[in-house]
C-alpha cells in the first residue's frame, strides 16, 4: 500500500518528465507556428495537402518496414537496464542498432520500388512518381534514427530525449521554409529528405553520451537478442500500419471528396487539435511505458501508475483543449492563412476526440507493458476498423468534418474497449478522483463545443474564455496540491498556500 508522500513522489517525477518533454514540445510549437504559417502562405491548401499525403506515405511505409522494433527495443532496453547487467544492455543495444539499419535499407529499397503504382494511386497520376522514389531515402534514415532513439528512451534519458526534439524540430523547420522558399512545391519531397538526414545527425551526436560497455556477440546471441525484438515489434509493426494505414484511408476519402485542398483543411486542423496533447502523450512513451513495463508484475502498482498519469494528463491537457475549442478560428488565424479558415468547425471536432484520448491512452499501455500481443493487436484491428466504417459513412455526407467526427467516435469507442481489458489484465479501476475529473472536463468540453452552435461568435467566445479560466484555475490548484510542499520553489508554495 503506497503512502501519501510516496504518491506524492510519484506525481512529482510525472510532472517533472512531463516538464522536460513538455517543455521541449512548447518550443516545438514556436517552431511549427513558423513552420506551419510559412508553408501555408507559400503553398496554400492545395501544397499543404500535397505534404499531407507524402508524410502519410512516408508513416504508412515507415511502420511497415520498422517491423515495430523502434517500440519493442524500447521494453526490451528497459528490461535490460532493469536487470543492472552491462553485457545484456551492450548486447541488447547492439543487436537494436543493427536491425534498424538492416530494416531501413529494406524498407528505402521497397518503397522506390513501388513508388510509380503508390503515386498513381495517391495522387491519380504518375506526376508525383519521382517524389515517392525519393522519399525512400527518409524511411532509411528515419529508421535509423528510431532505433536509436529507442535506446535513448529505454535508459530513460528523459533530457537528451528532449534535446533531441528541440533541434530536430529547429532544423525542420530552417530546411522546409527555406527549401519551399526558394524552390516552392517541388521541394516537398527533398525537405522531408534533408529534415531526416538532420534527425539522424542529432539523435548519432546524443547517443555518443550514453554510457554502453562493447561486449563481444557470436550469431546465436545476436540471434537470441533480435528475436524477441521482432517478435514483439511484429505486433507493433502491425499495430502502425493499421494506424497509418486508417489515416491514409481517411485522407484518401477526404480528397477523392472534396479535393486536394479539402486535404489540407483537415491537415490543419489534424495539425492544430494534437498540438497541445502532443507533449502529454509524448511523455506517456517517454517515461510512464518504461515505468509501467518495470511494474507490470505488479497489478496494484500498475494501476496506481495509470491513474496518477492520467490524473496528471487530465489536469495539463483538459484547459488546453478547452481553450482550443474556444479559440480554434484564432489558432486557424494565427497558424495558417484567411483560406482555412474552414478548418475551424474540423478542429472543434477533433477537439472533443482528442480529450478521450487523453482519457484513454494510459489504459493502452497496460496491454503494451503485459506483452499481450494478441489482445493487443486485435484491439488495434477493431478500433482503426472502426474509424475507418466511421468515415466511410461520414465523409461522403459531411465532407473533411466527416472523418473529424470519425475521429471522435474512434476514441468514444476505444475508451471503452481498453478500459474492459485493463479490467481483465490487472484488475483496473478508475480512482474516484479520475472519475470527477474526466466527468468534469468532458462535460465543460461539450457545453463549450455546443455555444459555438447556437450562441453568436463573440457570445460563445466569451463562454468559453470564462469556462477554460475557471477550470485552468482548478486544475492548477489540484496539481499543486498532489505535489510534495518541498518540491516547489518559495513563490509556487506562496501561490499554492493562497489558492488553499
Known amino acids: 500500500m503506497s503512502t501519501p508522500h510516496v504518491e506524492k513522489q510519484s506525481y512529482f517525477h510525472i ?4 516538464a ?12 511549427s507556428i513558423v513552420r506551419t504559417k510559412a508553408l501555408a502562405v507559400l503553398l496554400g491548401p492545395a501544397g499543404v495537402g500535397q505534404l499531407s499525403l507524402y508524410m502519410s506515405i ?5 511502420a511497415l518496414a520498422g517491423f515495430g522494433v523502434q517500440s519493442s527495443g524500447v521494453r526490451q532496453i528497459a528490461e535490460s537496464t532493469g536487470t543492472g547487467d552491462t553485457d545484456r544492455i551492450a ?19 521497397l518503397l522506390a520500388a513501388l513508388a510509380a503504382p503508390i503515386a498513381s494511386f495517391t495522387f491519380g497520376d504518375d506526376q508525383h512518381t519521382l517524389g515517392v522514389a525519393l522519399l525512400s531515402l527518409a524511411i532509411f ?24 526534439q528541440i533541434l530536430s524540430g529547429l532544423a525542420t523547420t530552417a530546411i522546409t521554409v527555406a527549401l519551399v522558399f526558394v524552390f516552392g512545391p517541388a521541394a516537398i519531397a527533398p525537405s522531408i529528405v534533408a529534415s531526416a538526414a538532420a534527425l539522424l545527425t542529432i539523435c548519432w551526436w546524443y547517443g555518443r553520451r550514453l554510457r554502453i560497455s562493447r561486449a563481444p556477440m557470436s550469431t546465436a546471441q545476436l540471434a537470441a537478442e533480435v528475436a524477441p525484438l521482432l517478435k514483439l515489434g511484429f505486433a507493433f509493426m502491425l499495430s502502425a500500419i493499421l494506424g497509418f494505414g486508417a489515416a491514409y484511408v481517411v485522407r484518401l476519402l477526404v480528397t477523392w471528396e472534396g479535393g486536394v485542398a479539402a486535404a489540407g483543411q483537415y491537415q490543419a486542423a489534424w495539425a492544430l487539435g494534437g498540438l497541445y496533447a502532443g507533449f502529454i502523450l509524448q511523455a506517456m512513451g517517454a517515461d510512464f511505458y518504461p515505468r509501467l513495463t518495470a511494474a ?10 495509470v491513474n496518477e498519469q492520467t490524473q496528471i494528463s487530465l489536469l495539463l491537457g483538459g484547459p488546453g483543449v478547452l481553450a482550443t475549442l474556444t479559440f480554434a478560428p484564432v489558432a486557424i488565424w494565427l497558424f495558417y492563412s484567411p483560406a482555412f479558415y474552414p478548418a475551424a468547425d474540423i478542429l472543434r471536432w477533433i477537439c472533443l476526440g482528442v480529450l478521450l484520448r487523453i482519457v ?52 468514444v469507442w476505444h475508451g471503452f474497449m481498453v478500459y474492459a481489458i485493463a479490467r481483465r489484465l490487472t484488475q483496473f ?51 499543486l496540491s498532489l505535489l510534495p510542499p518541498d518540491s516547489l520553489p518559495a513563490p509556487i508554495r506562496v501561490l499554492a498556500s493562497r489558492l488553499g
Open 15 to 18: 510532472l517533472r518528465s512531463m
Open 20 to 31: 522536460m518533454i513538455g517543455g521541449s514540445s512548447a518550443i516545438n510549437v514556436l517552431f
Open 58 to 62: 512516408v508513416d504508412l511505409a515507415q
Open 91 to 109: 548486447r541488447t543495444a547492439a543487436a537494436l542498432k543493427r536491425t534498424s539499419i538492416v530494416l531501413g535499407l529494406l524498407g528505402a529499397v
Open 141 to 164: 534514415l528515419q529508421l535509423v534514427a528510431g532505433g536509436q532513439i529507442a535506446l535513448t528512451q529505454g535508459m530513460r534519458d528523459i533530457a537528451s530525449l528532449a534535446r533531441i
Open 296 to 305: 507490470a508484475g505488479d497489478h496494484q502498482a500498475a494501476n496506481r501508475l
Open 360 to 411: 484513454s491512452w494510459p489504459l493502452g499501455y497496460v496491454i503494451i507493458a503485459k506483452g499481450r500481443q494478441v489482445i493487443f493487436f486485435w484491439s488495434e484491428v477493431v478500433s482503426h476498423g472502426m474509424n475507418v466504417v466511421l468515415a466511410l459513412i461520414l465523409v461522403p455526407r459531411f465532407g473533411a468534418t466527416g472523418a473529424a467526427v470519425a475521429f471522435l467516435g474512434l476514441y
Open 429 to 479: 479501476r478508475w480512482s474516484a478522483a479520475n472519475v470527477r475529473t474526466g466527468a468534469l472536463f468532458i462535460a465543460a468540453a461539450g457545453f463549450v463545443f455546443c455555444t459555438d452552435r447556437h450562441l453568436p461568435a463573440w457570445q460563445a467566445m466569451a463562454v468559453g474564455t470564462l469556462v477554460t479560466l475557471i477550470l485552468g484555475l482548478h486544475a492548477l490548484r489540484r496539481l
